[in-house]
């Protein structure tokens, strides 16, 4: 089956990869990236590497809930029904920024952002007969830590830390949304560690370089978006199999609180 898949933050690194290798496989694949220019030329780029590929660009900065909100119009109007949403789009911050709306950058953009276009895609989503959202996380999320009374870390920020909780709010909110549309919904919402791939967000971000080519690490998105044998949400992945993830991932009071309290910060009155 042709799928229709938006994977966010492909315009570099794993993200690129991924959309790549779905092109290859011969599915429409909608680009995003935080600027026309930057989405633009991985269009370009794509379509030199698979001239005959199905591809669309789309741009939105994931710092702004405004331009989040704008994408997922833009996407619900050229895409009633979509088959796939793989939110890879990632940072890492060094300091403690606010964005326009006020919100600790790193919860923002690798949390709250996904969260928001998962819930404004959801019907459309739903409309796919075998509909999927990855999740990208990290392995950093097993670090990581929900403070429910300072989740913007006002206090004792870290860039480690900011980047491990947001990577943890992406798996408890992949397991509360898998619980919420239970074990019969078309729609499945798995969670991944990619790897470690000495992309810009880990040379330039963390400082490191990893074992892992940009294939490896795009493989699970791949896989979790596309393969016949997921037949289940709320699992966490790692090198295409269920892994470990951390504790809080099963405790529904902790996935509550996460998705109400997102909500309230995305400024959405109700989920699902
Ligand atoms: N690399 C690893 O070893 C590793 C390990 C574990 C998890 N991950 C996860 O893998 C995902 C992909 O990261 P990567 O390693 O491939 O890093 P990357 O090469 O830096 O790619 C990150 C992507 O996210 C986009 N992005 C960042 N901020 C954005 C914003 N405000 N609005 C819109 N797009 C934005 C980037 O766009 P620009 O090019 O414009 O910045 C880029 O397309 C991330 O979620 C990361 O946390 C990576």
Redesign the pocket.
Known sequence: MIRTLLI??????????TALALAQKGHRVLL????SS?VNQ?KVRLLRELPKAEVEAYA?????LA?VRRLAEELREAHPRLDGLI??????KHDRVETPDGLE?TFA??HL?PFLLGELLRPALLLAPDGRIVN?????HRMGDLTFSDLQLKQGYDAYRA?ANS?LAQVVYTAELARRLGPACTLKVNAL??????????V???G?R?P?S?EQ?ASTSVFLATDPSITQGGGYYVRSRLSAPHPLAADPLAGRKLYDASLKLVGLGEGL
């Open positions: 966010t933050g492909s315009t570099d690194g794993i993200g690129f990869q995003h990236g935080r600027s930057t991985a939105a900065d994931f710092s702004s331009e939110n890879n789009a990632g940072i890492y950058m953009v690798n952002a990208v996380s990290s392995i950093a980047y990577k560690h990619p790897g470690v791939v000495s992309t810009k967000l880990l330039q971000g963390m490191a990893g892992d940009l690490g």
